[in-house]
């Protein structure tokens, strides 16, 4: 709802006529102060400050009423020709100007004669001028801090010597609009902002906790039940070795059995036997004595590689394995909770 300060010391425009330029105009002042009717309820218009005379001569203030007038480009244009001043805008209006109001700067007390401050700005609706609340402050540094009273125009009793007069209920009533009771309220946004950022921030803190320490519970038990069970494999190698059966083995029986067991008197008779290399002859062409048969060597057993080292390597990529796959979860966790705290 617009106030009488968003219009007071604004530029009045009025049409010139122009043959080049439709839109021609010419200045007729500034806003200078707000009138209400007699009964106080309703803006009727503004007087208009005139610039001087050659810079010294003063010239009266010119009555616009409030419905001959649009906002343009840097300021307001008076749209109602003459009817939109002075005594033909009175007559025009209805009003009687000898008992129309200033309520802007008049000082408010109640009816029991408690001073409130004086009136500060006015809310009006723009299209009949119906006055809504008058803003009643003390004019001073507490006012811009702690505000001003909102008093509804249904309070306003009148005036008497100089005072709006208002009903005993407004001085119950609470400043409203100043810095301090806008920083108040930035202030209270931004703590309950900032606490629902916090609550929301480590709900996903703990979060990532519960997900990073569940991943890092559940891989440490992986690596122990691996651990345990190459440990339980190894053992059960170890304890039962299979018998493996040697190859390349051959066994006979001896040749010329009991030969080595005779007696001296039986060597004696014996004439000693000679030998000479195969395939040569004799000085009588005989054929060359046969070699005896000797005895059939022994190919020496293969040995097997024990099963146990095989396990034990096997165990050992495994443990590894769950190693590498932990200081993965230490990974996972750290990301969860990076991105929880941002």
């Known amino acids: 709802m617009p106030k009488v300060s968003d219009l007071v010391g604004r530029k009045v425009f009025r049409p010139k006529p122009s043959r080049r330029a439709q839109d021609a105009r010419s200045r007729l002042g500034k806003v200078h102060m707000a009138v209400f009717s ?19 001569v003063r010239r009266p203030d010119l009555f616009v009423a409030l419905d ?23 007559s025009r209006l209805g009003i009687d100007w000898d008992r129309c109001i200033m309520w802007t700067g008049m000082d408010a007390r109640t009816v029991s004669g408690r001073t409130l401050g004086y009136v500060s700005d006015v809310e009006f609706d723009s299209q009949t001028g119906s006055v809504s609340s008058f803003l009643v402050g003390d004019g001073s540094v507490a006012q811009s801090l702690v505000g001003s009273i909102a008093v509804p125009s249904a309070m306003v009793r009148g005036h008497e010597d100089g005072f709006m007069v208002v009903d005993n209920a407004a001085a119950q009533l609470r400043p409203t609009g100043g810095a301090a ?5 930035a202030s209270a946004k931004a703590r309950v902002q900032g ?19 569940h991943a890092l519970g559940r891989a440490l038990g992986k690596a122990k039940r691996a651990l345990e069970d190459a440990s339980a494999d190894e053992g059960e190698v170890q304890g039962q070795l299979p018998a493996t059966a040697a190859q390349n083995v051959n066994v006979g029986e001896p040749q010329a059995s009991g030969r080595l067991h005779r007696s001296s008197e039986e060597r004696a008779g014996e004439s000693p036997r000679t030998y000479r290399p195969a395939g040569s002859a004799t000085r009588g062409g005989s054929a060359p004595a046969e070699k005896p048969a000797t005895k059939a060597k022994k190919a020496p057993a293969r040995k097997v590689a024990p ?16 190693l590498g796959r932990t200081k993965g979860m230490f990974g996972s966790f750290m990301d969860e909770y990076k991105k929880a705290s941002k």
């Not at 009771?181 to 309220?185: L, Q, R």
């Not at 606490?195 to 320490?213: E, I, L």
């Open 307 to 322: 099963q146990s080292g095989g396990q034990g390597l096997d165990a050992a990529r495994v443990v590894g394995r769950q």
């Open 68 to 90: 001959s007038w649009r906002p343009t480009e840097g300021g307001l244009l008076v749209t109602n020709g003459k009817d939109s001043y002075d005594e033909r805008a009175r």
């Open 181 to 185: 009771a806008a920083a108040g309220e």
């Open 195 to 213: 606490a629902k950022a916090a609550r929301g921030a480590g709900k996903a803190a703990s979060s990532a906790v519960d997900r990073g320490s």
């Open 38 to 56: 007699p009964g106080g309820s309703r803006l009727v218009g503004f007087t208009v400050k005139q610039p001087d005379v050659a810079g010294m």
